[in-house]
């Protein structure tokens, strides 16, 4: 698999315990560009092919994915908005429907869409360095890529409530405390406590791991087809907003945004 922004390493081959490693390494930060989600969207489809045990996700750098490409999507239209945000929501879909188990190793920020990328994983393993929300109200704008629906099923309503009305971002020890991740790891050990599980996975029955995954998810998760439209749609219409005009702008300008009331 060739692309430009993402590395596909399988690990494991020499016990028999294949897994693979996914690295975001787009500059900077690894932003979410439609060019990137088209890549991830292809490399889902290519991997849903493949009889895997389990994916490791992680990023290069100081950033998990630090968020969407804001210079990208400031001069967007309502329409292009909302198509953006499906294009998003479609893709994490892809990545939440692999049957194999799918690790998120969150080394750094994980924040906007880079959270939204994590929450749509099984299991979450941070790095002690590592931060994770939800800010896209600071920008004028709403989660548009899943974020308005798993997070509240993750962590429950009034959590994400905060996380998401707020648009503060947690340290990794409190995003363990409230279910965010799974695990907390010094910075040295991610990789390796995710390649611990990977492997542990591997070596279980895969027909019945995917079998649960599969009945799990169906249960919780229920039928989002109408929240996801629904989130796209919000996440559009706030493009006819001065507000994310501004929140954007200012995002870019490294200035508070001056939101009118």
């Not at 020499?14 to 989600?37: C, H, I, W, Y």
Request: glycine share 10%; hydrophobic share 50%; aromatic share 6%.
């Amino acid at each position: 698999m060739g692309y430009e922004f993402l590395h596909v390493e399988e690990k494991g081959a020499d016990s028999g315990l294949t897994f693979l490693e996914l690295v975001v390494d787009r500059p900077k930060m690894n932003a979410l560009s439609q060019d990137l989600l088209a890549e991830l969207g292809d490399c889902f489809d290519e991997l849903a092919e493949r009889e895997l045990s389990a994916l490791i996700i992680t990023g290069a750098g100081r950033a998990f994915v630090a968020g969407a490409d804001i210079k990208a999507m400031v001069a967007m239209t309502k329409a292009e908005a909302e198509n953006f945000s499906q294009l998003g929501q479609g893709v994490f879909a892809k990545l939440e429907a692999l049957p194999c188990v799918t690790i998120a190793a969150i080394n750094g920020f994980a924040l906007g869409g880079g959270c939204e990328l994590a929450l749509a994983c099984d299991l979450r393993i941070a790095s002690e360095e590592a931060q994770m929300g939800q800010p896209e109200v600071k920008l004028g704008l709403i989660p548009g890529f899943g974020g308005t629906q798993r997070l509240a099923r993750l962590v429950g309503m009034a959590k994400a409530k905060e996380l998401i009305l707020i648009g503060g971002n947690l340290d990794a020890v409190e995003c363990e405390r409230i279910g965010l991740v799974n695990a907390v790891v010094p910075a040295e050990g991610l990789l390796s406590k995710a390649r611990e599980w990977a492997e542990a996975i591997a070596a279980r029955g895969p027909a019945s791991v995917a079998a649960a995954k599969k009945v799990m998810q169906s249960g919780v998760w229920g039928d989002l087809v109408d929240a996801y439209r629904a989130e796209a749609s919000a996440f559009g219409d706030l493009f006819e907003e001065h507000e994310a005009t501004e929140g954007m702008l200012a995002f870019i300008e490294r200035r508070p945004a001056r939101f009118l009331r």
